[in-house]
């Protein structure tokens, strides 16, 4: 059997204890820490092999934001021993190769159908089951159903009128084809200041015979300071694998950097802040927003930082005109800052020229191009960095239907705030579990920490639940209500719901409003959830295995 009939070979079983949606980061651990544990578990991925958005997200310039060393699983010392990552950020295809190697080592793929998108998800009330349905038909059984789809997995193609019209080609950087884009002498178009624009704008303008980037709201960013790891400091990393582990897990965000300085920014002369921030500035990454306690939460302390960043981007980018652009004036980091190589230089070269859509709007795109309310801009290629359907768009991808046929796109759709309970059940949704839910620490964390975390609850749920002889955990509505209160309070005590961003839904044209992260912390996260668990799953019902189970 060849390598690639493996990957894409069908599994006969069609019932399982458990299924899960999604083969990237989420998937595979959930999938190992099920299957360690006997259960019987199927996964299902779109995509033709693992990876989930690593395997999508091959734009230019595609690399993880989180340092290598902590952007990877701790749930197995060896795995962490015997992986060495090149530089201080990891590019899309070494992830990709880890995630590959992770699979081999443990041999995921076995359990895995590839190429197979799930159309929906139905609780069946009378049987206790999930009941599963393919795109191509396929029904599947299963007692609990596992999403790990990602909160970054729905693109966001703003619907403008014409783009069918366009001649030439055109891109999301969430879907970029496997063959490069061959981009030298054209004239390219990038929509989209975020992540995904910051750092393939850099990258195309080299190649590119023009780029137009076509920028609605500026990004904040800060140096990324990338450079090839040094074998003493990956010495010693492994040497420290369970301290890494330790304070990664405990940390507020999962990453290692702490707290600078536990006193508000407005405690420090305007001299000490500037000696402060130029520190972190020549560190590298992410880590200005930690400089101070109150920057995050007191707009006068976070215009300290935003001053900051605006001077240094008034220091790079040489035409003034260009350079009021690029500052961004809303609150420091309430959108995602981004790390970025070489962004701002960017604009400093002849070939390339910012667009301000805030003050005229893309009306449409033409055959030939972009039309704002000004100008047509004519253009050969066409890259949408316009972000994703964040947090719940990946889950309304499939038709999960509940308790009588309530599906989870009707249970939420009501705003302004998500109601789950933990970001991990629903209820009105026996049986069924999120990974990364939408008001857990997700997207706000070092992800793979927060994956962990969840796969490892959610592996220790079932085995209880096995133990006891359950057959039926459901979340209580009264500590979902709870639950999404105390979101919404600790979210409001910061900036983060003061600007409008992907983490609020802002970004999605009729999408309900409410900020979708947990932002207590990754750690104090982890010990409210280990609490839920040792009182016997508090805020959950359940309920003992029924002898009259019948499965058609
Ligand atoms: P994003 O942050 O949502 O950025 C989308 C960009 O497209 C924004 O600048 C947005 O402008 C613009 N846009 C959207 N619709 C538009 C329209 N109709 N007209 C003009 N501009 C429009 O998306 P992203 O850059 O893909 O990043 C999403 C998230 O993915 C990141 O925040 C990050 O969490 C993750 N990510 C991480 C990395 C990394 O680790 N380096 C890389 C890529 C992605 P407005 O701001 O005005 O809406």
Redesign the pocket.
């Known amino acids: 059997m060849t390598f690639t009939q493996h990957k894409s070979q069908k599994n006969a079983n069609t019932d399982f204890d458990a299924v899960i949606i999604g083969a990237g980061f989420s998937g595979l651990y959930m999938l190992y820490r099920l299957r360690e544990a006997g259960f019987s578990v199927q996964a299902y991925d779109a995509a033709p092999d693992v990876g989930g958005v690593w395997y999508a997200n091959r734009y230019p310039g ?4 989180s340092e290598s060393i902590i952007y990877n699983y701790m749930f197995s010392e060896e795995l962490y021993q015997e992986w060495t990552w090149s530089s201080r950020y990891p590019e899309q295809a070494e992830i990709l190769s880890y995630l590959n190697y992770v699979a081999d080592k443990f041999d995921l793929r076995r359990d895995i159908q590839f190429n197979t998108r799930m159309r929906a998800a139905h609780y069946d009330e009378v049987n206790n089951r999930w009941r599963l349905q393919t795109e191509d038909g396929t029904h599947i059984t299963a007692t609990y159903f596992i999403t790990g789809v990602g909160n ?1 997995s729905s693109s ?1 193609i ?1 619907k403008f009128k014409g783009l069918d019209s366009f001649e030439g080609d055109w891109y999301h ?2 879907h970029w084809p496997h063959e490069k884009v061959d981009f030298k002498g054209k004239r390219v178009g990038v ?7 910051i ?1 393939s704008i850099p990258v195309i303008a080299e190649e590119a015979g023009h780029l137009f980037v ?1 920028q ?2 500026p990004g904040y960013c800060t140096p990324a300071r990338n450079h090839a790891y040094d074998p003493e400091f990956i010495r010693q990393t492994k040497a420290n694998y369970s301290e890494i582990k330790r304070q990664t897990r405990e940390s507020a965000t999962g990453y290692l950097h702490k707290l600078i300085h536990d006193r508000s920014a407005l405690a420090d002369s305007p001299e000490e802040r500037q000696r402060e921030y130029q520190k972190v500035w020549d560190r590298g990454g992410f880590g200005l927003g930690t400089t101070y306690n109150d920057l995050i939460i007191n707009p006068t302390a976070n215009e300290t930082v935003a001053e900051f960043i605006r001077s240094k981007i008034g220091e790079t980018v040489k035409d003034p005109k260009t350079a009021e652009l690029l500052k961004p004036t809303y609150y420091f980091a309430a ?2 800052p981004v ?1 970025d190589t070489n962004y701002y230089e960017t604009y400093n070269r002849d070939n390339v020229t910012l667009v301000d ?1 805030k003050s005229a709007p ?1 009306t449409e795109i033409t055959p030939k191009g972009i039309k704002t309310t000004e100008e047509e801009y004519a253009l050969d290629i066409l890259v949408f ?4 359907d964040a947090m719940t768009g990946p889950l309304f991808k499939i038709d999960i239907r509940g308790k009588d046929g309530i599906s989870l796109k009707e249970k939420w759709a009501g705003g302004p705030q998500t109601r789950t309970y933990l970001g991990i059940a629903n209820a009105g949704f026996p049986n069924m579990f999120m990974i990364t839910g939408p008001e857990s620490p997700s ?1 706000l964390s070092n992800v793979p920490v927060s994956i962990e975390q969840h796969v490892e609850w959610i592996g220790d749920c079932l085995e209880y639940l096995r133990e006891h002889g359950i057959t039926t955990i459901e979340a209580k509505a009264e500590a979902e209500e709870a639950w999404s209160a105390h979101c919404r309070e600790v979210a409001d005590a910061t900036l983060y719901t003061k600007t409008d961003s ?1 983490y609020t839904g802002a ?1 999605i044209e009729g999408k309900p409003r409410g900020f979708l992260i947990y932002v207590g912390g990754v750690g104090a996260y982890r010990k409210i959830c280990d609490e839920v668990a040792a009182k016997g799953y508090e805020g959950f019902s359940l309920t003992p295995t029924s002898a009259k189970e019948t499965i058609s």
Request: proline share 3%; aromatic share 10%; net charge positive.
């Open positions: 595609a690399k993880c934001d970054l966001n703003p950087t969430g929509i989209g200041t975020g992540s995904s624009g750092q076509f609605r709201t959108k995602r790390l859509v893309i960095a316009t972000g994703y997207s992907w970004n």
